[in-house]
């Protein structure tokens, strides 16, 4: 929780609007990738960590920042902006 107000003002900078955009789009693709994994697990933890191994494997910048991936998929699911919501 100690990264997500440096988040917040990250994303609310209009000098970040490329970023903005950015995030809302993978927001959006994880979402439609959540909706099939949903049905084989009902945990969350499992789903978060699934997207944390895609990540890694998928882009190798990413694979070396598994911290930095952990915080912003923390982020995206603290805000709601993935997972279900109630």
Same mark, same amino acid.
């Given at each position: 929780m100690?990264?997500?107000e440096t988040i917040d003002r990250f994303l609310a900078d209009p000098a970040?609007?490329?970023s903005l955009e +950015?995030?809302?789009g993978v927001v959006e693709e994880f979402n439609l990738? /959540?909706?099939a *994994? +949903?049905?084989d697990s009902n945990s969350?933890?499992?789903i978060f960590n699934y997207l944390v191994d895609v990540l890694r494997k998928r882009d190798g910048i990413l694979a070396s920042r598994v911290r930095l991936v952990r915080v912003m /998929?923390?982020?995206m699911y603290f805000h709601c902006d993935i997972? *279900?919501?109630s």
């Open positions: 100690v990264y997500t970040n609007g490329q +950015y995030y809302e990738k /959540l909706v *994994k +949903y049905q969350f933890d499992d /998929l923390f982020y997972g *279900k919501v």
